[in-house]
């Protein structure tokens, strides 16, 4: 059965830079037939998403966060990163990863049908 | 503020149904059949209950169900228990690679 869990520290600091990783079990990210994301949720709040990147390195990040959002892979270890620079209070929230399926033209990279269990990161002095 | 709206709440009676309504525009919702819904339950992940406008992943009982007209996407529930108190969000493909979130209802069962 296909996991995910999400990895890296829950404090960080105004202006410095976040950084998770999500470690896949059960499945290899290294396929064609997904993409992997980042959604997040501040606290009592909805939904955003950050990006998705492919098992070669491909990404397509939320243009409101594109400028601060870096996400990479490691197949070799079954893992996929996010990196938010300049990080402020509105950036504390839960952080999920998540495998991402495709419609049925295999366009649009848009379920996600598999989540992590979410790290809050908070951030603050 | 999200680009998709959805009333903040709904509720019904168990064994009723309910319908929650999520609006967008010809950009996401109205452009593409890439509607999807998740559930979520107080501190817990979010769960895909509908992809594609009205397809159900395995698991998912038929008492959940999608469907689109226009720029306006619904989530009916039918045969409404206890377990379905939930957070529901919807979510569309928001075209130039972008995916976008409702603000989420509260399903109360009464």
Known sequence: ?125 | QSALTQPPSASGSPGQSVTISCTGTSSDIGGYNCVSWYRQHPGKAPKLMIYEVNKRPSGVPDRFSGSKSGNTASLTVSGLQADDESDYYCSSYGGSNNWVFGGGTKLTVL
């Open chain 1, 1 to 125: 059965q296909l996991q995910l869990q999400e990895s890296g520290p829950g404090l960080v600091k105004p202006s410095e830079t976040l950084s998770l990783t999500c470690t896949v079990s059960g499945g290899s990210i290294n396929t064609i037939s997904y993409y992997w994301g980042w959604i997040r949720q501040p606290p009592g709040k909805g939904l955003e998403w950050i990006g998705n990147i492919y098992y070669n390195g491909r990404t397509y990040y939320n243009p409101s966060l594109r400028s601060r959002v870096t996400m990479s892979v490691d197949t070799s270890k079954n893992q996929f990163s996010l990196r938010l620079s300049s990080v402020t209070a509105a950036d504390t929230a839960v952080y999920y990863c998540a495998r991402m399926d495709s419609d049925s033209s295999g366009y649009y990279y848009v379920f996600a049908d598999h989540w992590g269990q979410g790290a809050l990161v908070t951030v603050s002095s």
